[in-house]
């Protein structure tokens, strides 16, 4: 930028042919005192730059990778490549550089300095390169492109890079409609939002993969129009360790009358690209008196054979927040019609269907069972595959895994690319799945979806390189 702001201000005439003209000697100078100044910035580095006659003969150099390891790196890390050239050739060798190429971006434009290198002399020259966390497992060829002062052919060096990806995170949720205060909402406790309400929708995020999520953005999108304002509509978490649960609170009010709230909840690792999304829709009560909540006794215990729901909301469609065990105790805190609610554990206040429950004095609730409710979240299907091979010589690989999921997986999709090469429709909940995908020469970007039948997907990456390029 320094350099054409100078020229241009030198510039003395309108027309194009006497500006250049009058440049050429300009541009000239200002070449010749870059080259010295690059010279002497490298000959701090201990790189001597200086140009001088080309030999006779054809120039041939022995080129080592080395260090410890130098060419398996994780994601996340920082991978330092050592090379090393000696000139088996009979002449010297002037302003040698070494390029690198690859397919894969990461590893691709990297610069090995090594100057002036006479017959038999050895030089060394390292770079550094932070390998994304996100990288994926591959293995990928490198290519050391070696240019000189003369542009003279010299022979390409190759090797290998093999990136080892990090365990990704995968996300869970449930959620509940929360009226009573807590949180700085307002409204009369009744689980459902009513026009008027300031309503909290609490959602319980829950990390079920094997690597810690980095930074998460939880985001709720209102696609009701003006009859929601969203006061609190995004946060971003640090650090869900696997297994963990973050608890936040999306805020909005119910301004209009409007039957049905429709709201969207994504949940985005940024540092993976790793994410689901899940349409949400709500149903909103006119006034706060078609709602009402009317006390009850203090305590409900369950009494069917089986386990008892406790939701989110005191509405049908509202999500599961767990299950409870026949003999579970809970503290009521009131009933609306066939609902009651309840306090099922720290941050988790739900409702139980009336006719699961019996309901009980102070005196008469016994010893308050140990086993807690078993929280249930909303999660996209599992997928396995078997580990398929890196590099081939093939045309073709056979991909193999299965999809699972605690309802129904819907659809398996396979892409090569952008390009869908198979297609696994279901109404099972474990779908095993076999297929051959034709591959391109170079790299492969290989990817299956999977969807259930809640809507949520959830997708795995590899890469497939094959040889013959």
Same mark, same amino acid.
């Given at each position: 930028m320094t350099v054409a702001k100078n020229l241009l201000l030198k510039i003395p005439f309108p027309q194009k042919h006497e500006t250049v003209d009058e440049l050429s000697g300009e541009i000239a100078t200002i070449s010749s005192q870059e080259e010295k100044e690059i010279e002497q910035r490298l000959r701090a580095e201990g790189i001597n730059w200086s140009r001088g006659p080309k030999g006779a003969g054809k120039p041939y150099i022995q080129t080592k990778i080395r260090g410890s390891a130098p060419t398996?790196?994780?994601?996340?890390? =920082?991978?330092?490549?050592?090379?090393?050239?000696?000139?088996?050739?009979?002449?010297?060798?002037? #302003?040698?550089?070494?390029?690198?190429?690859?397919?894969?971006?990461?590893?691709?434009?990297?610069?090995?300095?090594?100057?002036?290198?006479?017959?038999?002399?050895?030089r060394k020259w390292s770079v550094k390169i932070d390998v994304p966390k996100n990288a994926l497992t591959r293995e990928d060829e490198v290519r050391v492109v070696f240019k000189d002062l003369y542009r003279q052919e010299i022979?390409?060096?190759?090797?290998?890079?093999?990136?080892?990806?990090?365990?990704?995170?995968?996300?869970?949720?449930?959620? #509940?409609?929360?009226?009573?205060?807590?949180?700085? =909402?307002?409204?009369?406790?009744?689980?459902?939002?009513?026009?008027?309400?300031?309503?909290g929708l609490l959602v319980r995020v829950k990390n079920t993969g094997k690597g810690k999520a980095e930074k998460a953005i939880l985001a709720l999108k209102n696609l009701s129009g003006e009859a929601v304002y969203l006061s609190k509509g995004r946060f971003e978490a640090t650090e869900i360790k696997p297994g963990s649960v973050k608890v936040l609170p999306f805020i909005f009010t119910v301004k209009k009358d409007i039957s049905e709230i429709d709201l969207t909840l994504a949940i985005f690792d940024e540092v993976f690209n790793k994410g689901i999304a899940k349409k949400i829709l709500l149903p909103v009560l006119k006034t706060s008196g078609d709602g009402e909540i009317t006390p009850s006794a203090p305590y409900v215990k369950i009494k069917r054979k089986s386990t008892a729901d406790v939701i989110g909301g005191s509405f049908d469609s509202a999500t599961v927040l767990g299950h409870a065990p026949t003999g579970t105790v809970f503290k009521s805190l009131g009933k609306r019609g066939n609902w009651v609610k309840v306090e099922a554990g720290e941050d988790l206040v739900g409702w139980v269907r009336a006719g699961d429950v019996t309901f009980l004095t102070y005196y008469d609730r016994g010893d308050l069972p140990s086993e807690a409710v078993s929280e249930v979240f909303d999660d996209p299907p599992l997928i396995e595959i078997k580990k398929p091979v890196l590099v081939t010589g093939l045309p073709e690989i056979e991909i193999e895994g299965k999809v699972i999921d605690k309802g129904n997986v819907e659809l398996v999709s396979i892409f090569v690319g952008q390009d869908k090469v198979d297609l696994f429709p279901s109404t099972t909940s474990d779908l095993p799945f076999k297929t051959k995908v034709k591959l391109n020469p170079g790299i492969n970007f290989i990817t299956v979806i999977a969807k259930n039948s809640s809507g949520l997907t959830e997708s795995r990456n590899f890469v497939v390189r094959r040889l013959g390029s």
């Open positions: 398996h790196t994780k994601a996340g890390e =920082t991978l330092t490549i050592g090379a090393s050239v000696t000139n088996r050739g009979t002449a010297t060798l002037w #302003q040698l550089v070494g390029f690198t190429e690859s397919d894969n971006p990461v590893l691709a434009g990297k610069e090995f300095i090594f100057g002036k290198l006479s017959p038999g002399e050895t022979p390409e060096f190759k090797f290998t890079v093999n990136t080892e990806e990090l365990p990704r995170p995968r996300f869970a949720f449930n959620y #509940q409609v929360i009226d009573d205060g807590r949180y700085n =909402t307002a409204g009369n406790g009744d689980g459902v939002p009513e026009t008027g309400e300031k309503i």
